[in-house]
């Protein structure tokens, strides 16, 4: 039987102690439902920081013009309201937020990338001001993050890439344009973040973060660190890097030690480590399942009552992994939701009824937490 959840211990008091850190982040992705009622009180037991799931993603924070404009030039006022209320909430109770994402492939308003294309240098000069006006601005609006992924996903997933950059992206697109050099982008946007940090007088409390999925796999996880490597070669103009946040968004049985891989890896060019997204997906689903889609190959749905075998798979792979957080350089972990009842992994990669987290539909800890808290715990 499940322990009496009115004796739970508090996670970041947990954590913080198992590793010995007073200030470490213990965050969660919320959006506007976690902050009122019954999610908000559990929310502030067990976390000290959020970040937004998608309020300040550049799609929300700042879309194209409405109605468009053609060209789409005429920017939109931006959008600060959705994540205004969750970093208020987070203010008015002592947490802390973790800031997603300045740029990301899949959620670029066009304006950014609009510009005059009569030459090469013309273009990469009107993309490159959209950048710095973007990143200038909503920095600024966000003073007090602990951290920022500057770019989400840059790396690509071919293990056989000569530069491990995705190039499906529309930034890397857009640098590209004349025969330019499309991984440019990244170092611009650590560039323009590095400016306005300095200028905003945050250089030891902001963190400046690569953000990006899968580095438990060798291959995806070497594409990253190339790309780190590439980030930090621009040092001549000041650029700066802190870290890589590792999305961890695994499943049932992941093996801890690649994980463990992953963070010595970013250890040796002398960076922290922040885990992003951390959930663990009820389904040990084969890699085609993500390219494909669909069941099979996804493993089909348990529907609304998942089997214990796979909550207590689950719950040992946790414990697996916050023991492998436990390194110096490992500075927030991250889920990727509060609860059960509010998971992204109900629609991706199918829709199918999942599990990820610690806490389960009703809002009560699973065998998953109480691993994570109790190292005596034996999950039946
Ligand atoms: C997801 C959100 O959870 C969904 O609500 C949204 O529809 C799509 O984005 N990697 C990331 C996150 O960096 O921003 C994604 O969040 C999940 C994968």
């Given at each position: 039987m499940l322990p009496d959840p009115t004796t739970a211990p508090?996670?970041?008091?947990?954590?913080?102690?198992?590793?010995?850190?007073?200030?470490?982040?213990?965050?969660?992705?919320?959006e506007s439902d976690s902050i009122t009622g019954v999610p908000s009180l559990l929310l502030k037991k067990h976390f000290n920081a959020i970040t937004a799931e998608n309020a300040m993603k550049p799609d929300t924070i700042w879309p194209n013009a409405s109605p468009a404009t053609n060209p789409p030039t005429a920017r939109a006022t931006p959008n600060f309201g959705p994540a205004d209320e969750l970093?208020?909430?987070?203010?008015?109770?002592?947490?802390?937020?973790?800031?997603?994402t300045l740029l990301w492939h899949?959620?670029?308003?066009?304006?950014?990338?609009?510009?005059?294309?009569?030459?090469?240098?013309?273009?990469?000069?009107?993309?490159?001001?959209?950048?710095?006006?973007?990143?200038?601005?909503?920095?600024?609006?966000?003073p007090d993050v602990y951290a920022w992924d500057v770019v989400n996903e840059a790396a690509s997933d071919d293990p056989g890439s000569a530069d491990g950059f995705r190039t499906d992206s529309p930034w890397y697109i857009a640098y590209s344009f004349g025969g330019k050099d499309g991984r440019e982008y990244v170092r611009d946007a650590f560039y323009f973040a590095t400016l306005k940090?300095?200028?905003?007088?945050?250089?030891?409390?902001?963190?400046l973060m690569l953000n990006d999925y899968n580095t438990e796999l060798p291959g995806?996880?070497?594409?990253?660190?190339?790309?780190?490597?590439?980030?930090?070669?621009?040092?001549?103009?000041?650029?700066?890097?802190?870290?890589?946040?590792?999305?961890?968004?695994?499943?049932?049985?992941a093996d801890a030690s690649q994980v463990t891989a992953a963070l010595q890896a970013v250890e040796a060019l002398g960076l922290i480590n922040h885990i992003t997204e951390l959930d663990v997906s009820l389904y040990a689903d084969p890699g085609t399942c993500f390219s494909g889609r669909t069941i099979p190959p996804c493993l089909a749905d348990y529907g609304a009552s998942p089997p214990q075998s796979a909550l207590?798979?689950?719950?040992?792979?946790?414990?697996?992994?916050?023991?492998?957080?436990?390194?110096?350089?490992?500075?927030?972990?991250?889920?990727?939701?509060?609860?059960?009842?509010?998971t992204w992994l109900n629609s991706w990669p199918v829709n199918r009824t999942n599990r990820p987290l610690l806490f389960d539909t009703?809002?009560?800890?699973?065998?998953?937490?109480?691993?994570?808290?109790?190292?005596?715990i034996v999950v039946p």
């Amino acid at each position: 039987m499940l322990p009496d959840p009115t004796t739970a211990p508090a996670l970041k008091t947990v954590l913080s102690t198992k590793y010995g850190k007073p200030d470490f982040h213990v965050g969660v992705a919320i959006e506007s439902d976690s902050i009122t009622g019954v999610p908000s009180l559990l929310l502030k037991k067990h976390f000290n920081a959020i970040t937004a799931e998608n309020a300040m993603k550049p799609d929300t924070i700042w879309p194209n013009a409405s109605p468009a404009t053609n060209p789409p030039t005429a920017r939109a006022t931006p959008n600060f309201g959705p994540a205004d209320e969750l970093v208020t909430f987070a203010t008015n109770n002592g947490i802390e937020v973790r800031a997603h994402t300045l740029l990301w492939h899949q959620t670029v308003p066009t304006w950014l990338i609009q510009g005059n294309q009569s030459t090469a240098n013309n273009y990469r000069a009107d993309v490159a001001q959209h950048m710095q006006n973007y990143i200038e601005t909503v920095m600024g609006h966000f003073p007090d993050v602990y951290a920022w992924d500057v770019v989400n996903e840059a790396a690509s997933d071919d293990p056989g890439s000569a530069d491990g950059f995705r190039t499906d992206s529309p930034w890397y697109i857009a640098y590209s344009f004349g025969g330019k050099d499309g991984r440019e982008y990244v170092r611009d946007a650590f560039y323009f973040a590095t400016l306005k940090r300095t200028a905003m007088n945050r250089v030891n409390d902001m963190a400046l973060m690569l953000n990006d999925y899968n580095t438990e796999l060798p291959g995806k996880r070497a594409n990253v660190i190339k790309i780190v490597q590439y980030i930090l070669a621009d040092s001549g103009r000041g650029t700066m890097i802190d870290g890589v946040g590792h999305q961890l968004h695994l499943q049932v049985g992941a093996d801890a030690s690649q994980v463990t891989a992953a963070l010595q890896a970013v250890e040796a060019l002398g960076l922290i480590n922040h885990i992003t997204e951390l959930d663990v997906s009820l389904y040990a689903d084969p890699g085609t399942c993500f390219s494909g889609r669909t069941i099979p190959p996804c493993l089909a749905d348990y529907g609304a009552s998942p089997p214990q075998s796979a909550l207590s798979l689950q719950a040992t792979t946790y414990r697996a992994l916050f023991n492998a957080f436990d390194r110096t350089s490992v500075k927030s972990v991250t889920t990727w939701g509060l609860a059960d009842n509010h998971t992204w992994l109900n629609s991706w990669p199918v829709n199918r009824t999942n599990r990820p987290l610690l806490f389960d539909t009703s809002l009560y800890p699973k065998w998953a937490f109480w691993t994570v808290v109790d190292p005596a715990i034996v999950v039946p």
